[in-house]
């Protein structure tokens, strides 16, 4: 019998960042932490959430600003037991979202003795710490008044970008939203609300609590029992209109 | 409030420059046929002073009413009418004060003789708020020409402002961390490189800083500082970084505003290469002819990786530049194909006396 090895009990690392030289110096000061192991090097967001998925990371250092994907739509659509720790140049709205969500972040350039804390943190929110609120983060990390211009959702090892003109609404389906856009529905775990708050709340209507509507996609209201309405959208489909929805409708129609 | 109000040190002046006038409306009250010497002295210093209190009343009308923009109907009547207020004021005060004077023996009859003054103080009090009301418009424009000067000199600073945004804005704070990232990373795994992108990165932050100063530079300058850029820019980002000049060679020496070229460069490579995976090429080209120079900038840019802030900022300041120095000489144009990104400047020619 032999004790394991430390390379065995390491906590395996993922590194994503689309500089070579960013991602060589992480590995450098990752490599003289005991206990951690880097499992793999990921230079844009697909590969990511493929290497995610294969090399099963339980930490990923996370650069924001990426090809095909950002470092906040990588987040959301990871794994939320990893535990993430977003490395940026300079991004003050980011900064500010990271600050008001207490997600630790790291700016470059760092010193090792950094990253060896941010592991420390890391490991504490891997024993038991609540998972980052992917969507919450995303939405706060924009300056005010703007909004996303584009969802991701996963399905299984495919990732889909639904730009918000082709999106024509979500549901909350228990821990999940449905989200339709050009006759097909997505599952995306997320809540209603965080999705709503990264919307343009003049084009996107939350009509019922468990209802979220793109305005231009309703072609007429029907009275529906007492008080209550059903919002005919262009494509057919019959969406229920809470009484707060049908005054947050008759507010933005006028 | 009253600009002489609204001093202190100002009100004592004003004062004493009444004094004169007291003298003269004592004149009018003591010339043959009115009051006593001393009777007309009583009542004209108060009175005076109390006339110098109300004509700065004149200050609301005369602000109300400036002299240019005025109709003159408005103008006249208000004043007249606020000149008889004022002056009917004054002689009610002079009645009431030659009645308490009637009081003292020395001054016994003075209601009687003061009856027959009454119309001459009036006119007076009319001529004097006509001067108060003179004063209050000079004050005013007195006041409009420092305000003028002000709002001049505010603007001064705020184009200052403009143009120091402009010159911090070149040096963006993600290239320059991102640079002092990659110095860090190869600081260990490649000394040299490190060294040298030191070197690139000095080299670039001291032609900025040189050629941010000037009004004008040459193409070739420009062009070396975009050079000097692409430089640093190679170092992070290796063989995903191409870049293709094409220069007229005539055009080197014409004259630009400075840092127009190089944030246009880095708007190709932030918000163009760095979205492929793959990287791309960079096209720069600089031509001239017809009395002018034409700049092309292109890039790739992956319509499916999510945008970068930013970008519109650059490319608005580059096009209010272009405006404040050429006017509508300037063309610029900036287009976004499918996958392509775009943008042209032409400006008349200058060159170097």
Redesign the interface.
Known sequence: MTEPGPAASAIPVLIVD?????R??LR?HLGRIAGVRVVGEC??G?EALRAAAELSPRIVFLDI??????GF?VLELLDPAIAAVFVT???A?AVKAFEVHAVDYV????EAARIAVAVERAKTRLSGGAAIPAGELHAAAR?DGTYL??VVVRDGSRVH?IPVEKLDGAAAQDDYLALRSEGRTYLKQQTLSSLAAALDPRTFVRVHRSHLVRLDRIARLEAYGKGSHVAVLTDGARVPVSREGHARLKELLG | MHPILAHQGRLLPYLAACAPLAAIVTALLARPGGLFLGEAVALAVPLTFAYAFMGLSAWYPCRQLPLTGSKALPLVLTHAAAAALISGFGVGFAALLSRIYDLFPVFRGLPGRFASQSVTLFAAGVLLYLLAAALNYVLLALEAASEAERREAALAILAREAELAVLKAQIR??F???S???????A??DPPRAQQMCVRLGDFLRKSLSLGEKTSISVGEELELSRAYLAVEE????ARLEVEEQLDERSNRCLLPPLLLQPLVENAVRHGI????EGGRVRVGVACGGGRVRILIENPF?P??????GSGRGLENVRQRLAARYGEEALFAAKRLADRYLVVISVPMELPA
Do not use: C, Q, W
């Open positions: 689309d500089e070579e030289p960013a060589s110096i450098e230079a844009n697909f600003e990426m090809p095909k994907l950002d739509e140049a300079y991004d709205f700016l470059k350039p760092f300056p211009p584009r970008i | 704070p993600h320059l961390f991102n002092l990232n990659s110095i860090s990373a190869l260990s795994s170092l992070r980002f290796g760095a979205t492929r995976v992956d499916e990786s999510p945008s970068r802030p």
